[in-house]
């Protein structure tokens, strides 16, 4: 009998982790196939509740400027970190400082920590008090930190497979987090390229129209010096009134194209 329960033990194993890998795959998957940075962070949340059986995570971020971090995604936070637009998770941390002082870098080990922002309410936590804190970098740049919760005490007393999973999603989020930032800084120097292009268009346009309307102008001055009949000085004016309007017409247009250049390719 001890074989055969070896055997299902073995079993039971494997199933588990070709699950974990399914998921990680979809992980992989969901932050691959979005551009949007909070479209993949909620995606990510999901499936990293999913993968350890949890139901509350979050995601704080540091900016590319500033050192000041913001809550950039959450999954089913208690209602007292949810309440008032989530105003509770503004403030300063525990896990927020570790980052900050390097504390979060090990590897070795998952840091759990009380949270600072639950410890002292007595309601609306949903039983919560602990999570797991996983750093987020991209070549040593820090990029912010993913937190798992749960309402078990001692559920982060993780194995060295378990621990593995918890960083291999951090380096997958923190690759997904790079990733979109650069796809915005290109799309952002694409557009801004877009706006010197249009920016130059109006400038050559209303040169030469400028150019066109000084040659009518000086024709007319011209004319009227001569005994040249009105109605021909007349034409010329009209001619330039028309090109002046002609003139005024392609600069709104390329105004207009100017200020959507920054939209193009992007959905409402």
Same mark, same amino acid.
């Given at each position: 009998m001890l074989p055969q329960a070896t055997s299902e033990s073995d079993a039971d194993k494997l199933r588990r982790r070709n699950r974990e890998l399914s998921i990680l795959n979809t992980i992989a998957e969901a932050l691959n196939r979005e551009v949007d940075l909070d479209q993949s962070l909620r995606a990510a949340l999901a499936h990293v509740a999913e993968l350890f059986g949890l139901r509350t995570g979050w995601i704080f971020l540091w900016p590319d400027e500033g050192d000041t971090p913001y809550l950039a995604a959450a999954q089913e936070l208690p209602p007292a970190l949810a309440e008032n637009g989530c105003q509770r998770m503004e403030r300063g941390c525990a896990c927020l400082d570790a980052y900050r002082h390097g504390g979060l870098d090990n590897r070795e080990r998952v840091r759990v920590i009380t949270c600072s922002r639950l410890e002292e309410l007595t309601g609306g936590t949903d039983g919560l008090r602990y999570h797991a804190s996983i750093p987020l970098y991209a070549y040593k740049?820090?990029?912010?930190? /993913?937190?798992? @919760?749960?309402?078990? *005490? +001692?559920?982060?007393?993780? #194995?060295?497979?378990?621990?593995?999973?918890?960083?291999?999603?951090?380096?997958? /989020?923190?690759? @997904?987090?790079?990733? *979109? +930032?650069?796809?915005?800084? #290109?799309?952002?120097?694409?557009?801004?390229?877009?706006r010197n292009r249009l920016a130059r268009e109006i400038h050559d346009t209303l040169a030469q129209g400028l150019t066109a309307l000084t040659l009518k102008l000086e024709t007319a001055d011209a004319l009227l010096e001569q005994t040249v009949p009105t109605g021909r000085v007349r034409q010329i004016v009209q001619e330039a009134l028309a090109l002046t309007q002609a003139n005024l017409e392609e600069a709104r247009r390329s105004v207009l194209d100017l200020r959507a250049a920054p939209l193009e390719g992007r959905t409402l």
């Open positions: 740049k820090r990029l912010g930190v /993913l937190n798992v @919760a749960s309402t078990e *005490t +001692r559920w982060w007393e993780l #194995s060295a497979d378990d621990l593995r999973l918890l960083h291999t999603v951090g380096d997958l /989020l923190s690759i @997904a987090i790079e990733r *979109t +930032r650069l796809f915005a800084r #290109s799309t952002e120097l694409g557009a801004i390229k877009e």
